[in-house]
């Protein structure tokens, strides 16, 4: 059974930075895409970033949030810096059904929430 | 940016009945479309990838169909647990978008 746990979320002031983990269990990490999906409170799910042999950014967060990837901890990272009230969400993780193509969105994390705000 | 409408916003439908819920891309996405359910307190769910395949474990009475720029997603037989939100999301190029959503409700 695929697995996938968040941490790292909290409370932060604007400008400020956070680190967000996921680490995947039940499948074999390195040959999938992986993502964060965000939601804002109220609000639909928007993606923000993947990284399978290339990393992409939503232009939202492009320039501050930073995707990465540690296959053999079999983690998925998220560094977000310069963060802003508008990034206040539940930020997901999640495993694409595929590698460099195909990248519906097969499991979920629970989610973990990052509150933005002074 | 490829923008994903879905209608209705809400949709209001006795269980046992048929759902019907549609999403238009801006331009065309082949059948790269995925449909997603989520539950209050739950992470998404993926229902539905490639247009018309359904995942892992997803009932027969979950479909998906369309190419190109119109979508749609029926759900026969409405159960109780079927009363969520649903989403589409293209994944034909980047950036990756979803729908807005339609809500689901008895």
């Known amino acids: 059974e695929v697995q996938l746990l968040e941490s790292g979320g909290g409370l932060v002031q604007p400008g400020g930075s956070l680190r967000l983990s996921c680490a995947g269990a039940?499948?074999?990490?390195?040959?999938?895409?992986m993502s964060w999906v965000r939601q804002g409170p109220g609000k639909g799910l928007e993606w923000v970033s993947t990284t399978s042999d290339t990393t992409y950014y939503a232009d939202s967060v492009k320039g501050r949030f930073t995707i990465s990837r540690d296959d053999s901890k079999s983690t998925l990272y998220l560094q977000m810096n310069s963060l802003r009230a508008g990034d206040t969400a539940a930020y997901y993780c999640a495993k694409s059904t595929g590698k460099n193509s195909g990248h519906a969105f097969d499991s979920w994390g629970q989610g973990t929430l990052v509150t933005v705000t002074s | 940016e490829i923008v994903m409408t879905q209608s209705p916003a809400t949709l209001s439908v006795y269980p046992g009945e048929t759902a019907t819920l549609s999403c238009r891309a801006s331009q065309s996405v082949s059948v790269y479309l995925a449909w997603y359910q989520e539950k209050p307190g739950q992470a998404p769910r993926l229902l539905i990838y490639?247009?018309?395949t359904r995942a892992t474990s997803i009932p027969a009475r979950f479909s998906g169909s369309g190419s190109g720029t119109e979508f749609t997603f029926t759900i026969t037989s409405l159960q109780s647990e079927d009363f969520a939100v649903y989403y589409c999301?293209?994944?034909?190029?980047?950036?990756?978008?979803f729908g807005g959503g339609t809500r689901l409700e008895i």
């Open positions: 490639g247009a018309s």
């Open positions: 039940g499948f074999t990490f390195s040959s999938f895409a």
């Open positions: 999301q293209q994944y034909h190029s980047w950036p990756l978008t």
